[in-house]
């Protein structure tokens, strides 16, 4: 395993699964910069990412993560996923009937001095609303 490589093991394992938060101290910059979906600039800043981590955490449970590729180019890790979840409500009043879903996406890391400086996430949100209820199939 190359060190780039321990960054997304860290981050989906320690840190989604787990809710470890010393590792996120440790892996990523204090300033860390979360580039995601949509107009909006994206989150700035760890804390801002521990809260909404924590959001998550209660809102999806019971995570089961698979990384299905990774591909490491200069400071760059790519990384292609799908995980398991249970939902527990709290997203857009969408009523939780406990359903077990399937979420996928990319995520690009960016790695300077030796920690996430930045993301870029394109995820299955769609997919998401649709098993939840929200939209039609």
């Known amino acids: 395993m190359t060190p780039l490589r321990e960054f997304v093991d860290k981050f989906f394992f320690d840190v989604f699964t787990n809710g ?5 101290e440790r892996i990523a910059a204090k300033d860390l910069m979360i580039h995601g979906q949509g107009p ?5 800043g760890r804390e801002n990412f521990k809260e909404w981590l924590k959001w998550y955490r209660n809102t999806f449970v019971d995570n089961e993560w698979t990384i299905h590729d990774v591909i490491t180019e200069g400071d760059r ?8 979840v249970t939902y527990k409500g709290g ?47």
């Open 20 to 24: 470890d938060t010393e590792t996120l």
């Open 40 to 44: 909006d600039e994206g989150m700035s």
């Open 77 to 84: 890790v790519v990384a292609r996923y799908s995980g398991k």
């Open 91 to 137: 997203l857009l009043d969408i009523p939780s009937l406990n359903q077990r879903i399937v979420e996928s996406g990319i995520i690009i890391f960016r790695i300077e001095n030796n920690r996430i400086q930045e993301l870029w996430c394109e995820m299955s949100d769609l997919q998401v609303m649709q098993q939840l209820g929200a939209f039609p199939k």
